[in-house]
């Protein structure tokens, strides 16, 4: 898959595409008007915190005694969610009161195969399965910020979506047209015309590899549906102030990872995700590195959340928080199962993810599948495509 990938950018390259068309394309417009089937347009970005996900950002008030969790670190939000107090003062009042706890007993502790139960929904990517029954008419359903990747995800489209890396917010924006026509960019009609052409000879070579050159395939559509849409407008510095990156358009920190969700929220995506390093925390029986991780992380949730998640939205904009697995006792190892973190406007405070003080679920939590049921029905999606939502935490 790998091999797909990089000749679809290198093919594109050689058109002349920039590096954030091949990684960006298929997305236009600001605050798009998209018509999704619950009348309201709407976004899912999901965090994955490679290797785990500490139950103390979830289910705090039953750890107390464990991983440094004392009476006075927690916040207790109401309706039986608490979390620690690193990522509680990152969100704002509104997102206070709209936020769940989703448990999910995948029962796997070994990382592939987590990722793996959390991504793949036999053999397909729950995220491009989502992205494609949200509907909506923004051109691209999903979109990831940044080059790290979860390799244990599905690549293959679901009713052609599928997410691609982009790693520079202003060659994406440069390939929606967003930066106005430069000196040395080419034509958009002219380019349009040659890749329709270049479409239509591959055809024969396209049809009979479908596996092999399925990249290609991605790209001619991405690129073919970029240069059909109107050019974009957007205000870049505005957005590299909110969150603190100077000058810098590159997405490689936590902080330009959230940056560019928004631009991707705002220029129409379904479905956004990013992941961030350095989760998997053996030996960290006092809680003490998952802490400062996420206070190292706190200002860029708390600048998109104040940004996405308010109730005046014009966008149902919702953000899930999760990893590979929660953390075990004693040793911060393994274990098998996850309390996700859901903020969103149509969000009910409330959890089926509290666990006891061994860092277990209760008996009867739902699974991976049921998870993605309940961002569908947090999202507004009013089919079902992962079966029905058990968790009902939506208002």
Not at 124 to 138: D, I, Q, R, W
């Amino acid at each position: 898959m790998v091999r797909s990938r990089l000749s679809r950018r290198g093919f594109l390259k050689a058109l002349g595409v920039t590096a954030g068309a091949a990684a960006g394309a298929r997305v236009f417009g600001p605050l798009l008007p998209d018509a999704h089937a619950a009348g309201e347009p709407a976004s899912v970005v999901i965090v994955h915190h490679m290797g785990g996900y500490n139950a103390l950002f979830a289910s705090a008030a039953p750890l107390q005694g464990k991983f440094g969790v004392t009476a006075s670190n927690f916040t207790a939000l109401g309706n039986g969610v608490s979390m620690d107090n690193t990522l509680a003062d990152a969100l704002s009042p509104f997102a206070k009161t709209h936020v769940a706890t989703i448990g999910v007993a995948h029962g796997r502790s070994a990382h592939p195969e987590a990722r793996a139960a959390i991504w793949s929904n036999a053999g397909k990517c729950f995220a491009h399965e989502l992205a494609a029954a949200m509907g909506g008419t923004g051109s691209n359903k999903a979109l990831f910020a940044g080059q790290q990747d979860i390799d244990e995800r599905p690549r293959a489209a679901v009713s052609g979506v599928a997410f691609e890396n982009v790693t520079d917010m202003r060659s994406y924006l440069d390939a929606i047209g967003a930066n106005g026509p430069g000196p040395r960019d080419p034509d958009r009609a002219r380019m349009l015309a040659a890749l329709r052409g270049a479409d239509a000879m591959s055809k024969h070579a396209l049809d009979a590899n479908p596996r092999s050159l399925m990249g290609m395939r991605q790209g001619f559509a991405s690129a073919v549906e970029t240069l059909s849409r109107p050019p974009a407008s957007f205000d870049l510095a505005e957005l590299q102030t909110a969150y603190g990156l100077g000058a810098a358009s590159r997405v490689a920190s936590f902080a330009s990872k959230m940056a560019a969700a928004e631009l991707f929220v705002r220029t129409g995506a379904n479905v956004v995700t990013l992941v961030d390093g350095g989760w998997d925390t053996h030996g960290d029986i006092n809680g003490t590195r998952v802490r400062n991780q996420m206070t190292e992380n706190a200002a860029a949730l708390r600048a998109f959340v104040a940004r996405m998640i308010t109730e005046a939205s014009t966008r149902n904009v919702v953000l899930c928080l999760l990893g590979d697995f929660a953390r075990s006792l004693p040793g911060s190892d393994h274990q098998p199962n996850l309390s996700a973190t859901v903020i969103g406007r149509r969000v009910k405070r409330g959890t089926t993810g509290n666990v006891n003080g061994d860092v277990e679920l209760g008996s009867g939590a739902a699974g991976t599948k049921e998870l993605w049921a309940y961002l569908a029905s947090a999202a507004g999606v009013t089919s079902t495509p992962f079966g029905a939502d058990p968790h009902r935490l939506v208002a």
